[in-house]
């Protein structure tokens, strides 16, 4: 069993950054792929990148590629989003997970979640 804490949400303007930090617990992340989705209102579960359980892969939905980087610590068993430049269209809750596979865009290969973490950018 992996758990997973998202933490850095929060609001920002337009054109501004955050990082968002996912940290794990019960088992260590480098045996999973680390994904990050997000959520607005009204919407689908979106894709917004990946992470290979060594860190050398990564792989990002065309809205985020170039602004978006998700990196991971293995001795703080924790992978960061960092976002930066952000829009107005970014705004939403994310979510990371986790998963045996490398490189799944679906949300259905991901066996483990946190809880989600809010952010919202300011026009």
């Known amino acids: 069993q992996v758990r997973l804490v998202e933490s850095g949400g929060g609001l920002v303007q337009a054109g501004g950054s955050l990082r968002l930090s996912c940290a794990a617990s019960g088992r260590t992340l480098n045996d999973y792929g680390m994904g990050w989705f997000r959520q607005a209102p009204g919407k689908e579960r979106e894709f917004v990148g990946v992470?290979?359980?060594?860190?050398?892969?990564?792989y990002y939905s065309d809205s985020v590629k170039g602004r978006f980087t998700i990196s991971r610590d293995s001795a703080k068993n924790t992978v960061y989003l960092q976002m930066n430049s952000l829009k107005p269209e970014d705004s939403a809750v994310y979510y990371c997970?986790?998963?045996?596979?490398?490189?799944?865009?679906?949300?259905?290969?991901?066996?483990?979640w946190g809880q989600g973490t809010q952010v919202t950018v300011s026009s």
């Open positions: 997970a986790a998963s045996r596979v490398y490189g799944l865009a679906s949300a259905l290969g991901y066996d483990f």
């Open positions: 992470v290979s359980g060594a860190g050398t892969n990564t």
